[in-house]
């Protein structure tokens, strides 16, 4: 019977169950709080999620601040003053439309269902009302007005309030910015599709700060360098799509706004953003600047002016999910299919795995412990150990993993100071002097 052909649906529906599946098999990700059942919209990131993770904040960190002379960094304080989201609209204007099914009393978007029948029963729906996301909690002893707080629904709003003390302590000339990564909190009606959606994430952010003649120059360089970032760290570009916003759909506080899309399983989603946000924030904080370069030239005395601000907005667990998805590939090996990331080893959380050939051979595992992986670990950080298994194993657990390279000492490295040094992608294995290791890596990474 021949083989029916798999929709372009299912396809993605595997695609993504297979993601999954490893993540959690690989120690990438798992549920949150999962020996208590879980919680809808929270995950724990494993050992190779936290290294995957960091790996992409410190290539965003060391292209868009460490490199340049015109960024600041900053780590705001999760709770701040409430007065900070009043003055910023959030209080009043951070809503999404919430609609609940009368039947079986599941809650949905609004604005992501058809509103005729309730999508998993086929009940009537409710009206819609909205839902302010934000968590509120109370700082203090006492549940009293004064003291109500929330955990931030965006990073942005650190960086402004914090504007004036970045000026006052570095005297920075227009334009420069100001970067930040962290947690942000929303209270989203309706978690899902892995860790694209969640309640818990982690963004990285830049508030550039510009003259308003200047936003449609600066607007375009910061496109390009988003570009250039996302395709820097392995995300496949035929995948990548920037859309303008249209105006009624923008957020209150932005002119112009494009969005970075990527074509996930589930569809076309957005990936990150680019903003311009006028000087909506900076005003309605009652901040402005005095710019020496835009004076009162009569006097020569400097004048007082609002920055207006382009924001490239990024998130960490998307980009995490995009570059997953991206570097997902099977083919096929010894008449078995096999998966594997193919990662590129400027993100990968592990670079290079060291094996003796059999680890109750002393001789070996000495050799390997001390002439190769000690000097490896020392050198580049993201070097493991794996003995565990047969070769084959090994080297099918690492591919699961996205670890470029394998490096096993045998017999014959006692003998002639070599070692077999497998590629991931290719699996093929090349004998390499062992003096010759680091500078061998080096060039491949």
């Keep these: 019977m021949e083989k029916k052909e798999k929709t372009e649906d299912q396809k993605n529906k595997d695609l993504m169950e297979k993601v999954v599946s490893l993540c959690k098999r690989r120690g990438f990700i798992f ?63 951070f809503q999404d439309p919430l609609v609940e099914c009368k039947k079986c009393h599941h809650r949905f978007r609004a604005d992501q269902i058809d509103l005729s029948k309730c999508p998993d029963c086929g009940g009537q729906l409710g009206e819609t009302q909205q839902f302010n996301m934000m968590f509120g909690t109370y700082a203090g002893a006492t549940q009293e007005s004064g003291s109500k707080v929330y955990l931030r629904p965006e990073t942005a709003q650190g960086i402004f309030v914090n504007f004036k003390n970045t000026v006052d302590a570095f005297h920075p000339k227009l334009p420069f910015g100001i970067a930040q990564i962290g947690k942000a909190f929303r209270n989203e009606i309706a978690p899902r599709d892995f860790i694209f959606r969640s309640r818990e994430f982690e963004q990285m952010e830049i508030e550039y700060f510009i003259r308003e003649e200047d936003w449609e120059k600066y607007f375009e360089y910061w496109k390009g360098e988003m570009f250039d970032w996302i395709e820097e760290v392995g995300i496949d570009m035929r995948k990548v799509h920037d859309t303008d916003i249209p105006k009624e759909d923008l957020a209150h506080y932005s002119k112009r706004t494009v969005d970075f899309e990527f074509d996930y399983p589930f569809g076309r989603k957005e990936l990150f953003g680019l903003a311009y946000r006028t000087d909506f924030d900076l005003k309605n904080h009652k901040l402005d600047y005095l710019d020496e370069e835009k004076g009162d030239l009569p006097t020569g005395k400097a004048g007082k002016t609002v920055p207006h601000v382009i924001e490239p907005s990024l998130g960490v667990d998307r980009a995490v999910l995009a570059i997953l998805l991206s570097a997902y590939s099977e083919d096929e090996k010894d008449g078995e299919i096999r998966s594997f990331l193919k990662l590129k080893p400027s993100i990968a959380p592990v670079i290079c795995a060291v094996s003796p050939l059999l680890k109750n051979k002393p001789e070996l595992v000495e050799y390997a412990n001390t002439k190769v992986f000690a000097p490896l670990k020392a050198e580049f950080g993201r070097v493991i150990w794996d003995d565990n298994g047969n070769i084959g194993k090994r080297y099918r657990r690492q591919d699961e993993i996205g670890t470029p390279f394998c490096i096993v000492v045998d017999f014959d490295t006692l003998t002639d100071d070599t070692v077999t040094i497998r590629d991931r992608d290719t699996g093929k294995q090349e004998r390499i002097q062992v003096s010759n290791l680091k500078e061998y890596i080096k060039e491949k990474i």
Excluded: C
Aim: glycine share 14%; aromatic share 14%.
């Design 31 to 93: 549920p949150g709080s999962e020996v208590y059942g879980g919680l809808a919209g929270t995950w724990d990131f494993g050992h190779f999620g936290v290294a995957l993770k960091n790996n992409i904040k410190q290539s965003w960190w060391k292209k868009f601040v460490d490199s340049r002379k015109d960024m600041y960094g900053i780590d705001a304080a999760i709770l701040m003053n409430s007065e900070v989201w009043v003055a910023s609209g959030h209080v009043d204007g």
